[in-house]
């Protein structure tokens, strides 16, 4: 009969369960250990090791690969998704390079009705306030 063994461990259970999801879609059975237990007194956390995701010891190498997969899509999707057609402005952020970036307007506006155009941007994608 498999055993369970531990696979990661987490701080929060929002971040268990969707590796938890991740893993049920691609068919590999898992379970979240001490969810509950921390969520009602996270102080004892460190004494149970935190919120553990656990899957069978025949499924953990198909884990691994499966979470290392999703986490590079995840990156290449926001590349594409924070690239866009046609965009507003002609430049694009200095830091990253993307042009999915929007004109910050709460630094010319009053009482929600700007005034002057604002210079000051930031970019979708990693979040750099720039001015231009």
Known sequence: M????????????LQANRDKQILAENGINSFIANEQLI??????SQAVGGIQ???FDEDLEK??????DYKENEKFSLEVEHTIENPEFDF??????SNHIYRDDSATSF??????KSHKFI????????VH
């Open 2 to 13: 498999s055993e369970l063994v531990k696979f990661k461990f987490y701080e929060t259970a």
């Open 39 to 44: 969520q009602s007194d996270w102080l004892l």
């Open 53 to 55: 995701l656990q899957v």
């Open 63 to 68: 884990a691994k690969k499966v979470l290392e």
């Open 92 to 97: 694009v952020c200095p830091k990253c390079g």
């Open 111 to 116: 009482f929600g009705v700007s005034i002057l």
């Open 123 to 130: 970019c979708y994608y990693c979040g750099n306030e720039f």
